[in-house]
């Protein structure tokens, strides 16, 4: 097969990732098709450059079974590739004299980790696993001329070293690093059984859905806020004669403009819209308030921290807008009255508070795995704007009167004959 005469379609999510960089990255959750996408790209680097060497890698590897090799013997053959490439119990010979060979990180030592040296690319996969002392091995052995680096991982812990060195805002500024996050919902062949196991984890394993599916770290399940009384995914109509309630926490940079619409019914609180995302300019607020119906007839309630947003909103464009109050303590206020529901239903389409909804959690202590009294600031924007929509349900109970040390009904004193 001529180089030239090979096409391969893949989701747009994994464009970044074509052009050459020194450090390539994948984290995201199950059925995502990464491990599909990292093993095509290798194939075709292989067929594209004679002599090409690679290595895929995992923290431990018992057995080639433990490896992508089957998956990469796979792609040759789909690809109709058999020709061009010789598979042998242990390794694949790529045209030109080139290789791929597949080995466990915990094998090597500071001397038998030099055999890698002149490799083109390196994929490390299941990169949550690979240790410290790994990464510090690869990383400057993998030395050659325009070599890459691969990472595909289903995050575990943001302590990982994968992630402590690809997810940070100076990977971010590195023009060699280019990390992407793929889902389930990325991939246009997310096969049917799939995703009904998907649903199935959705209803029944909401604590573990989000690492599984969407790439979330996994959480201690002791820590989670809202461990029980919600429903996710449902379908449901909003009755005409419903009381809606609107609410806006303020973002910009690195946290989102988040809006949500919702409605009581039968002491269960309905959340049905749940619309925003990050760097929103000011002149697109409108537009963003418009995707959730009833928002210019309905009151909103937004987060008082920008006062000049609201009059700006309210004066220019007429919103019925204005500050929700807060005090000490209104957070947790606001999360007891959520919770004093008989149950919370999200809407499918509010997909967006339904994720926060699944992983805002108290804080755990590293060491000891404690769960403590204070709540994780993240994975709270819709929930903060729900809480403010609901201003005036929300009681500020440090304000109320102290009643510990009242002894009891007044009594009056009086004497009869």
Not at 212 to 229: D, H, K, S, V
Not at 261 to 287: K, N, S, T, Y
Not at 322 to 337: F, H, L, M, N, T
Not at 359 to 384: C, F, G
Request: glycine share 6%; aromatic share 10%.
């Amino acid at each position: 097969m001529e180089a030239n005469s090979l096409a391969l379609e893949t989701p747009a999510v994994f464009e970044p990732l074509l052009r050459p960089t020194r450090y390539k990255g994948v984290w995201g959750g199950r059925g995502s098709g990464k491990s599909h996408f990292f093993a095509e790209l290798l194939v075709e680097q292989a067929l594209m450059r004679p002599g090409f060497r690679a290595v895929c890698i995992r923290e431990i590897q018992k057995s080639l079974a433990m490896s992508v090799k089957q998956l990469v013997e796979d792609k040759i053959n789909g690809m109709g590739l058999d020709d061009s490439f010789e598979v042998l119990d242990k390794e694949i010979r790529t045209p030109g004299d080139g290789i791929i060979i597949f080995q466990g990180m915990q094998n090597h030592t500071a001397d038998s980790i030099k055999s890698l040296e002149g490799f083109d690319v390196a994929w490390v996969e299941e990169a949550q696993s690979l240790s410290a002392f790994s990464m510090k091995l690869l990383r400057p052995t993998i030395r050659k001329p325009g070599s890459e680096i691969w990472f595909s991982w289903n995050p575990s812990k943001e302590t990982d070293p994968v992630d402590a060195f690809l997810r940070t805002p100076e990977a971010d500024a590195d023009p060699e690093i280019v990390v992407i996050n793929a889902n389930w919902s990325d991939n246009p062949w997310f096969p049917a059984v799939l995703n009904d196991e998907r649903e199935r984890d959705l209803r029944n394993r909401p604590d573990e859905y989000d690492h599984i599916w969407e790439g979330g770290y996994q959480q201690t399940t002791e820590a989670l806020i809202f461990r029980n009384r919600v429903e996710y995914g449902c379908r449901f109509e909003t009755p005409d004669d419903a009381r809606l309630y609107f609410g806006v926490d303020w973002g910009f940079a690195k946290d989102p403009t988040a809006i949500v619409r919702c409605f009581i019914q039968d002491d269960v609180l309905h959340i049905d819209h749940a619309e925003g995302g990050i760097g929103i300019e000011m002149d697109a607020l409108p537009a963003l308030f418009d995707r959730v119906p009833g928002s210019r007839e309905w009151p909103i309630m937004a987060d008082c921290a920008r006062p000049e947003t609201i009059s700006y909103l309210a004066n220019k464009y007429r919103f019925r807008i204005g500050p929700a109050k807060k005090w000490k303590g209104s957070v947790e206020d606001g999360i007891e009255r959520l919770k004093a529901f008989r149950g919370i239903r999200i809407h499918e389409r509010a997909e967006k508070a339904a994720r926060e909804f699944r992983t805002y959690s108290y804080k755990v202590d590293r060491q000891t795995e404690h769960v403590l009294p204070k709540i994780e600031d993240a994975n709270n924007h819709w929930i903060d704007a729900l809480r403010y929509a609901l201003d005036g349900l929300i009681q500020n109970r440090r304000t109320m009167p102290d009643f510990s040390a009242f002894a009891g009904p007044p009594t009056i004193r009086r004497s009869f004959v």
